[in-house]
């Protein structure tokens, strides 16, 4: 079962593990908001090894304001980066700013 | 006739340089792994040659035929935005097992499609992506100042204008459904394809009329 469902603000974590993460750096420790819930998918960090990647995990895609993540970013204060995160890289962020 | 007179230098003609260094590892790695397959009968030269064919003829020209289609079905466009790889099956497009995401530029939201991470691109429909989208400047650029890589590829943004920028980090691969373009009024299918280039169907540009002939 997905954790996580539209318009709840998550916390992407700032970790640094070996391997192979589909996380990019960017957004490691910024904050966002689920914009969908994309089902769930075997865990590419195990299937990477040649591992099965079971159980699936729930695949989000997660909504970041670009002034969130580049504090000094120049363009519009509309603009966002939308990535899809894998449900062991986000935590509960509370109530939306 | 001889057909090539060398009063010209050779060396001032634009082509690649030859491949004549060593194999890389992983060049060599694959070398020896498809030998080996081949060798132990899994599949043949053949086979590899004609996956490499089928691979090069698909091409931007399916995704623009798909954009027509959803700019004048209403009912096609709803599909497409639910399920793009059903919707592209319509037409007759395999899209294959990885998820196809197509997201829909307006009035108030535009697109724009990346893989910060490596080069992921929806090759089953569109075919292979251009260099520049594989390019380390792109993919780290687009994310940190979207519109000034837009600016240079000819695209202006007002500022009211959400520029969302989808990085293809995980199972989805991504296409953007642009906007009709104003003027387009009872155009067929195959003229409003026309319209829909590579570089619109990943956001850097947008669908244009021509400009009209000077006069």
Known sequence: ?97 | MSGHDHDHDHDDHAHPPDEDGPLTHYQALEVAVRELLIEKGLFTADDVRAAIEAMDARNPSRGAEVVARAWVDEGFRERLLADGNAACAELGFDTGAIRLAVVEDTEDVHNVIVCTLCSCYPRLLLGLPPDWYKARAYRSRVVREPRTVLREFGTELPDEVELRVHDSTADLRYMVLPRRPDGTDGWSEEQLASLVTRDALIGVTLPRLPEPAPA
């Open chain 1, 1 to 97: 079962m997905a954790r996580f469902g539209p318009g709840d603000a998550v916390h992407v974590r700032a970790a640094h593990p070996p391997g192979h993460v589909r996380t990019p750096w960017f957004v490691r420790g910024k904050r966002g908001v689920v914009a969908r819930v994309l089902g769930e998918y075997a865990n590419p960090e195990e299937l990477a090894f040649n591992r099965d990647g079971l159980p699936k995990l729930p695949l989000y895609e997660v909504r970041l304001r670009q002034h969130d993540v580049w504090p000094d970013y120049d363009g519009s204060p509309r603009d966002t980066v939308v990535v899809d995160l894998y449900e062991n890289w986000l935590e509960p962020a509370g109530e939306e700013r």
